[in-house]
C-alpha cells in the first residue's frame, strides 16, 4: 500500500478512535446522568452511576495490575477506550432501540454496535491494544451496560426526551471530539509508586 494511502487510513483510524476517548465519553457520560435524572427515572441514573463507576474502576484496576503482572503476553493493558465506548454508546443505543419497533430497531442495534465494534478495531489497527485487550474491553463494557440496562429497563421514555438526550450528546460530541486525556502514563505511575510486580 502506497505510503500516502497509509497515511490517510491512519488519519481516519485517529478520527475514529478519537469518539472512544475519555475527553469526550466523560461529558456523555454525565449528559446521560443529567438526563436521566431530568425525566425523574431515578433508578436509571443510580444505576448508570453505578455502572460508569464499575467500568472505569475495573479498567483502571486491571490496567494497574497487569502493567506489572500481565496474564498473558498479549494482555498488558484492557482497551479503556473500547471498555467505555460500549457502555457509553451502547447505553445510548438501548435508550434508542427499545422505544423502536421492528426494522427502526434492528438498524439502531445494528448501528450502535458497529460503531462500537469500530472503535475498538481501530484501536488494533493503530497498534495500541492486541485483540485480548480489545476483547477483555469489550467483556468489561457489555457487563456494565447489562448493569444498567437492568435499572433502566423497567420503565419505557418518551421519544420527545430522547430528541434532547441526543441533541446534546451530539453537541458534546462536535466540541470535544479530537480532544485526548493520556491516562495511561499515569496509570503506569501508579504501578511503578506501589511496586505491582509479579513475584
Not at 465506548?85 to 427502526?104: D, K, N, P, Y
Not at 481501530?122 to 485487550?133: A, D
Not at 463494557?141 to 430522547?162: E, M, T
Amino acid at each position: 500500500m502506497p505510503a500516502e494511502r497509509i497515511m490517510t487510513l491512519t488519519v481516519w483510524l485517529k478520527r475514529l478512535t478519537n469518539f472512544g476517548d475519555i475527553a469526550v465519553l466523560i461529558p456523555l457520560a454525565t449528559v446521560i446522568l443529567l438526563w436521566l435524572l431530568l425525566i425523574r427515572h431515578q433508578r436509571g441514573a443510580a444505576w448508570w452511576a453505578i455502572a460508569v463507576a464499575f467500568c472505569a474502576g475495573l479498567t483502571a484496576f486491571l490496567k494497574v495490575a497487569f502493567y506489572g503482572c500481565p496474564p498473558t503476553p498479549g494482555l498488558h493493558s484492557p482497551s479503556g477506550h473500547t471498555s467505555f465506548s460500549t457502555l457509553v454508546f451502547g447505553a445510548m443505543t438501548l435508550v434508542s432501540a427499545i422505544e423502536g419497533t421492528g426494522l427502526r430497531r434492528i438498524l439502531t442495534i445494528a448501528g450502535g454496535a458497529s460503531f462500537v465494534l469500530a472503535i475498538a478495531a481501530s484501536r488494533f489497527l493503530l497498534s495500541v491494544h492486541s485483540g485480548p485487550e480489545i476483547g477483555l474491553g469489550l467483556v468489561i463494557g457489555l457487563s456494565c451496560l447489562a448493569l444498567f440496562g437492568q435499572g433502566y429497563l423497567p420503565c419505557r421514555v418518551a421519544r420527545v426526551w430522547q430528541s434532547s438526550l441526543f441533541t446534546t450528546a451530539g453537541l458534546v460530541v462536535l466540541t470535544l471530539h479530537g480532544r485526548e486525556f493520556h491516562v495511561e502514563q499515569f496509570l503506569q505511575e501508579i504501578q511503578r509508586y506501589f511496586h505491582l510486580y509479579c513475584v
